[in-house]
């Protein structure tokens, strides 16, 4: 081929726009994106003629290539991806998934207007507070609710309404950072409380608290150590003698639970969680956990607890700008509904997972090996999330071994959707726990074409 003649014989931007293709690309895309991506079409092409490269342009190979930098272009940076890492609350990528009924309620409320601050009733304004409220004093047995953005902003209001500007008495074992950068003490500082640590990294004792206790004290707190355990030599003040301790000097006891476990998760094999029940039974005064960890709902931060507390905490400024949005609200209350129904273990996502016997996976780990090759290992799936630290389920996982397990990791997380799994003694390990059912022949697809190349 002769590369001057096939630049001279390169169509001019504005032939190329006149075709069927490139007008659906303008449909699809936009003019002013279709014409740059054709632009750099030819150029591209324009390059390689110049270097001698490549087959006689055709114009649809030029479209083509046209239309699959504005596909690459237009990919949404936040999109699905598959789980085969068998952590299940992966906080990497965007922790519980949605129950059914959760996805469906936000698309209704997202879609249409909605009761969010509308009283039907009265016809009147009403409160946007209300609709997770009723749901989590049933379940939770407290007396009043309140939900903001997440966690992190649960801390921080309870800590701004009842301690600013005076002491808060923590043990320092729970003086923890629980990851990207979310530490308690200072957290605890830019709300403006002013953190007393009592005890050592290992053991604290009642009369630590007691000591520490002084006039400007506001709340005891204790803080769940999420992603980190102690063992050996220690010991922590059990929350009801810290609620018998904050009650004989007329403090408050704040509890963050964190995960928020709402079942008993040791009849699952797994290590025993503290339940907001229990923490509101062992007498806390406030408990604070996360909507998106093992209550498997949307992100936010749950506080449940004592009515007049919470009155403060929902008439301080900082409630307004932390507050929860509707499509938060609709996805939260949908999935306490199933709590309260009873069927969270068969409706919310991470539950059915952490649920499925390991008999079962490894049925699926099988199947995988008939079509992909490979090893079926039994394993360990991890529950993530700073929740049961160093807790796991044991899994059955399917064990690829390859020249290059990194390569192959790359590949996956470029598939469409991408794929996640990872690396143990050489080889690349799937764990079947946490890809969704409707996720496996994708998942599948996607592995024999990274294995054939
Ligand atoms: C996860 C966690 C938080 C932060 O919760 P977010 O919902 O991520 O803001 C705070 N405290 C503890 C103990 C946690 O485990």
């Known amino acids: ?10 169509p001019a931007v504005d032939a190329l726009l006149g075709e069927a293709q ?12 279709t014409l740059a991506a054709l632009r750099d079409s030819l150029q591209q092409t324009r390059n390689e003629l110049r270097a001698g490269d490549g087959p006689e342009p055709t114009r649809k190979s030029l479209l083509e290539r046209a239309a699959a930098q504005l596909a690459r272009r237009f990919l949404p940076g936040l999109r699905p991806v598959i789980n085969a890492s068998g952590v299940i609350l992966h906080t990497n990528l965007g922790r519980a998934p949605l129950a059914p009924a959760a996805i469906q309620t936000m698309a209704e409320v997202g879609g249409r207007y909605s009761t969010l601050e509308y009283d039907l009733e009265r016809g ?16 939770t047995g407290a007396e009043a609710a309140l939900v903001v953005n ?10 701004a309404t009842l301690a600013q500007g005076r002491e808060v008495i923590i043990s320092r074992g729970q003086l923890i950072e629980i990851g990207g950068g979310f530490r308690v003490p200072e957290v605890m500082a830019g709300a403006g409380a002013r953190l007393v640590e009592v005890g050592t990294t290992n053991r604290t004792r009642r009369s630590d608290y007691e000591r520490a206790i002084g006039p400007d004290t506001a709340l005891l707190m204790r803080a769940h150590a999420s992603n980190f355990r102690m063992s050996g030599f220690t010991a922590e003040v059990p ?41 509101l039974a062992a007498g806390a005064d406030l408990v604070a956990f996360s909507g998106d960890k093992l209550a498997g709902g949307p992100q936010a931060g ?11 905490l929902k008439r301080h400024p900082l ?14 209350s949908a999935t306490l509904d199933l709590w309260l129904r009873g069927q969270a273990l068969t409706q919310i996502p991470i539950w059915r997972m952490i649920a499925r016997e390991a008999q079962e996976l490894r049925g699926v780990a099988e199947a995988w090996s008939q079509r992909l090759g490979g090893e079926v290992l039994a394993g360990e799936s991890a529950v993530g999330g700073g929740s049961l630290p160093g807790a796991t389920l044991p899994t059955w996982t399917l064990a690829l071994d390859v020249a290059q397990p990194d390569a192959l990791l790359a590949q996956l997380r470029a598939a469409q959707p991408p794929v996640i799994a990872r690396i143990a003694g050489g080889r690349v390990l799937l764990d079947p726990r946490t890809v969704l059912p409707d996720e496996e022949e994708d998942l599948l697809a996607s592995l024999e074409k990274a294995l054939r190349s």
């Open 319 to 332: 409630a307004r700008a932390l507050r929860a949005d509707k499509l938060c609200l609709a996805g939260l």
């Open 22 to 33: 490139a007008r659906a690309l303008c449909a699809q895309y936009g003019r002013n994106a």
């Open 302 to 312: 749950i506080i449940v607890g004592r009515a007049e507390p919470l009155a403060a």
């Open 1 to 10: 081929m002769n590369g001057a003649d096939a630049l001279r014989r390169l």
């Open 124 to 139: 009147a304004r009403g409160s946007r507070l209300k609709h997770c409220e009723d749901v989590l004093c049933e379940l």
């Open 150 to 159: 997440n966690n992190a902003a649960a801390l921080v209001l309870l800590l």
């Open 239 to 279: 929350l009801d003698e810290l609620a018998q301790l904050a009650r004989e000097r007329g403090l408050l006891l704040v509890d963050d639970l964190g995960s928020g476990a709402l079942l008993d998760t040791e009849a699952f094999g797994l290590l025993h969680e503290p339940t907001v029940m229990e923490s």
